[in-house]
Structure formats: C-alpha cells, structure tokens
C-alpha cells in the first residue's frame, strides 16, 4: 500500500471530528518553505491562483523522487492541512504516484460532507494543479 | 461608534475584553476557514460554522428550528443569552451568522468592530482552550424570516416593481467579466453580469482596511448620496451566496437605519443559474 492509500484507509475510518482534528495536526505541521524561496514568492512567482488562498507551490525532481515546498498561511489551516497531507502522500515519493492520484481524492477522503461543497472547488483544484507541476518538472528533468 | 444608528449592537474590541466572562453573554466566532477557530481564538468563544452548523446539508436552506434550538443548546446560548459575533474577512461571516440568528428571532445579538483581524493585529489575548458552557434550554419564539431574508420570486418582484436592488460583489464580477470573486474559484455559476437594475456597491466600501466599518458619513454618502437609496426604501441586498451581502444589511440595518432590507442569500449561485430570468451586463 502506497502512502496515499494508507492516508485513505485511515481517513475513512475518522468520525466528521477525528477528520477535522486531523487535518488541524498536518496543518501544524506543514514544514516551512525553505528560505532560497522567499523571495521568489514576495515577488508572487508559482502561485496556484485557482485557490483563494496565497498558495505557492515549487515541485523538484531529485534522484527521480518528488520533492515539494509550499507555502500556505497560517490564516488558513484548512489549505495548510491540506497540502500538508499531499507532502506526507507524495514528498519523496516516484512521481508517478502523484500523477496516479485521483482527482476525486477530496471525496476518497470523505471530506466533502466535512468541508460542504462551497469549500471544495480551492482544494480540488490544488490536486489537478499538483499533478501539472509534476508533469512539468518531470519534463524539465 | 455612537454617530450609527443603532450603536448598540457594534461593540469594540475594550467592551468585549471587559465583557469576557460575563456569563450573559456568548462569543461566537465563525470563519470562512472551518479550522482557523482552532489555531486560536478569544477567550472563551464557541465556534459556529456557517455551513456545517447553520445550512441544511440536504436542501439548499438553513436548518430547521428545531435544529437551531439544539446548536444554541449545545453552545450553551440561551434565548436572553447576547450573543457577541466576530470572525474572519471583515466579519463576512460573523454577519452572516448575525443575520442568521436574527432570522431565528435571536433578540440580543451583537458584532465586534475589527473582527478576528483586529483583535490580532491589535496584540490582544488568544487561546486555544476550548470552553463548554452548560446546556441551555432554548426556544425560538417567532422565525424572522420575512423581514430579512428574500427569495428568487421576490426579487423578481422588486425588479418589475423597480425597487432598489444592491449587488455588493466585485466590479469584474458586477460586469459579469469574472463569474466568481477575484482570486476564488468559480462556483458553478453559468451566466455571468447582474440582476436588472442593481446598483453596484461592493462591500468593502464600507470597510476600512482594518476591518472596522467606515464613519457614519462615509457611509451615507456610499449608500444614499452615491447609490441614491433612501432610507425608507424597500432594498434587497445580494453578492454569490449571501455572506458578503450579509455585511452590507448590517452596514444598512444597524449602521444607517434602513428599515426594510432583506438579503437575498440564493445571490448569484442562484440568479445566474436560474432558466429565463433576466440579467443585465452594461
């Protein structure tokens, strides 16, 4: 079982609670983005504009693995706790796992009831955009 | 904030700190973010989510009165309890929850000037402790709803009738360039422009930058001199799903005296789907 499928697994069992309190733990635990992108993002370079929230994103491909940094505010832990869980899905991972990552993970992960359909469309859209800027480094690699 | 109409129910952030253990009062935060209550809060608030707690999760509604009289159980609200909103993005959804519960008939309901990004920026106490308080036994008496809240043949009503009508979303989104606000993921909406003869008054005309409300001045200058609506007229008030006009009622309701403005909560998530009803792009 990849991570992905592990964090699924995991994710259906939780009460309506237990899903909120965990993506409260991964929001907290989002790694900061390291320093050599700071400025890159003051200057709101790789930023997903189909989120609302400030979203930057930056995907490597080191020794064929994916390494992801992301930077997300903490006035929106819901977004955080998010990307936080695809890090722990895919940081390190074959890129392939993440291209193979449905676009219907938000209801996989039976947050959908969770979060109410208005909050969805943001989080959805950082799956699909994910998977391009994976295809993209994996070319440019 | 004495020069608004109805001072009493806009609170500062002084007042509130005073206030905080009062046992008559609640605060209640609600965000748009449904995690951003956890990461830390005022002292001993309660959360109430806009969707989770107060729509219906199978109809496009709110939940019925018997619900309601749960969650005010629940939170430990009473029906004599004050209930003092705050939240995120300018108080959009402490109005909202504001307007809510006035459509329940919660008589004691008041707004904390500055919301959640005041309190914050001005250094003040935050915790994460989350509080119970005891349950509470609460009915509503009379449902609210005619007075406040406007449904689709309504508005239909008002634009033959040529009433006024203020649609306080975003310029691109007025024009119907943008089918969704600036930055927010488009919501399923398939026409995009404004209900016929809607003035166009964003919401955050009548905020400042710190999330206060704008003086008594500025205000009548926005809504009566520039937009032309009179302080008895007859206003249906809407944005994409009823949140930020939520803020503009308030501003019109409490701030200005307006007596009779609903909010038309299906807003544009509604309108611009309906089949054959009439929109405007200039």
């Known amino acids: 079982m990849n991570a992905l499928q592990e964090i699924i697994t995991d994710f259906q069992q939780m009460s309506r609670d237990e899903k909120l309190d965990t993506l409260m733990d991964y929001s907290e635990n989002l790694p900061d983005l390291p320093e ?10 790789n930023r997903l504009h189909e989120c609302q929230t400030p979203v930057h ?5 080191h020794n064929e693995k994916i390494q992801m940094f992301v930077d997300v505010p903490r006035e929106s832990p819901t977004v955080r706790g998010f ?10 991972k074959d890129p392939q796992e993440a291209l193979n990552c449905p676009n219907t993970l938000l209801n996989s992960l039976g947050l959908v009831q ?6 969805l469309n943001g989080l959805s859209w950082l799956v699909k955009r994910l998977k391009q800027e994976v295809t993209k480094a994996c070319v440019e690699n | 904030m004495s ?9 500062s952030a002084d007042w509130l700190a005073e206030h905080i253990d009062d046992p008559n009062i609640r605060i209640v935060e609600s965000n748009e973010d449904i995690l951003l209550y956890n990461t830390g809060h005022i002292r001993n608030a309660v959360k109430i989510d806009w969707q989770n707690d107060l729509q219906d999760d199978l109809m496009r509604d709110y939940i019925s009165k018997e619900k309601f009289e749960n969650l005010m159980d629940k939170k430990g609200i009473g029906s004599d309890t004050t209930v003092v909103f705050y939240g995120d993005k300018s108080n959009w959804w402490a109005c909202y929850a504001f307007w809510a519960f006035t459509m329940y008939g919660h008589k004691n309901c008041k707004l904390l000037n500055g919301g959640r990004q005041k309190w914050i920026s001005d250094g003040r106490e935050m915790t994460k402790d989350i509080v119970e308080f005891p349950a509470q036994s609460y009915t509503v008496s009379e449902v ?25 979303r975003s310029p691109g989104e007025f024009t119907g360039e943008l089918l969704h606000m600036p930055d927010y993921p488009q919501e399923g909406s ?17 905020a400042n930058e710190d999330g206060t409300f704008k003086g008594r001045q500025a205000l009548v200058e926005l809504y009566k001199e520039g937009a032309g609506i009179d302080i008895n007229d007859d206003v249906v008030v809407y944005c994409r799903i009823g949140e930020r006009s939520s803020h503009t009622w308030f501003v019109l309701r409490y701030l200005l005296g307006y007596k009779n403005v609903r909010n038309y909560d299906g807003s544009w998530t509604e309108w611009g789907n309906l089949v054959r009803v009439p929109i405007e792009r200039p």
């Open chain 2, 190 to 206: 398939l026409r995009g422009g404004h209900i016929p003869g809607a003035k166009s008054v964003p919401w955050s005309q009548a």
């Open chain 1, 114 to 119: 969770v979060l109410g359909m208005t909050r």
């Open chain 2, 3 to 11: 020069e608004y109409t109805h001072p009493e129910v806009l609170v």
């Open chain 1, 36 to 45: 050599r992108y700071h400025e890159a993002r003051d200057k709101g370079q």
């Open chain 1, 83 to 92: 990307v936080a869980l695809l890090m722990e899905a895919f940081h390190d």
């Open chain 1, 57 to 61: 994103l930056w995907i490597e491909i």
């Open chain 2, 144 to 168: 609210n709803e005619e007075e406040i809240r406007a449904f689709r043949d309504h508005v239909l009503n008002h634009i033959e009738q040529k009433k006024p009508l203020i649609d306080v």
